[in-house]
């Protein structure tokens, strides 16, 4: 069993749905991050957060530590939104090393 | 800030040559990795260095595999000698300090054939 999990593994969507993507884990942890990879290629750092919920405009980040599970919201979505979505943690033990989880792939279509 | 530069952006080889990928950090970023990822395995950290040392090198494959950071603003990877399942994406990522958002280059898609 991977120690980060995602789901769904795919997901599509209509134009202005609300989206949710999940993320759970099974180790402890000092920081969760979700990252946003682009059909090009590029990967940006959304969030990183290590308790309670974060918000930057259309998104949102939540964590619930004791459950060891993460969402990311998206309102509002749109065309250019399609991505893959990464979840990786950051183990609580004394290292900056990521464990990834294998993405969720967003499609969404106007 | 011009953001992480790797270069190249494309690299094809043959078998057994050796590969050489570059990055240079944002400046004033402390830490530094090296990723690798592939379709069956996503992204895997290679390397990572802190204030120019490296911190954990777990993740490098195998002795083919070498990563040097001379200085603050300069890091490589090394394949020597390439083989075709080194095929993948290689991204260099930094961040200011230790337990913070990392920013990632654009990436060097690595062909060996």
């Known amino acids: 069993k991977n120690e980060v999990e995602q789901s769904p593994q795919n997901l599509t969507a209509q134009e202005g749905e609300f989206i949710t993507i999940n993320c759970s884990y099974s180790?402890?942890?000092?920081?969760l991050h979700w990252l946003q990879q682009h059909p090009g290629g590029g990967i940006v750092s959304l969030f990183m957060l290590s308790s309670g919920k974060k918000k930057h405009g259309r998104l949102i980040a939540t964590i619930n530590i004791q459950e060891k599970h993460s969402s990311l919201h998206i309102t509002a979505s749109h065309p250019r939104d399609s991505a893959v979505y990464i979840c990786?943690?950051?183990?609580?033990?004394?290292?900056?090393?990521?464990?990834f989880g294998t993405g969720t792939r967003l499609q969404v279509f106007p | 800030d011009a953001g992480v530069i790797q270069s190249p952006r494309h690299e094809v080889t043959e078998m057994g040559q050796e590969v050489t990928l570059r990055c240079k950090p944002i400046?004033?970023?402390?830490?530094l990795f090296w990723y690798r990822q592939t379709m069956m395995r996503g992204l895997e950290l290679l390397i990572y260095f802190n204030n120019n040392v490296p911190i954990d090198d777990s993740g490098m494959p195998e002795d083919r595999f070498s990563a040097k950071m001379p200085n603050a603003s300069f890091s490589t990877l090394k394949i020597q000698p390439s083989e075709p399942r080194d095929s993948a994406v290689y991204f260099c990522a930094s961040s200011p300090r230790y337990n913070s958002p990392l920013h990632f280059g654009n990436g060097t898609r690595l062909t060996v054939t």
């Open positions: 180790v402890g942890i000092s920081a």
């Open positions: 990786a943690v950051r183990p609580d033990y004394n290292t900056d090393k990521l464990i």
């Open positions: 400046s004033g970023h402390n830490s």
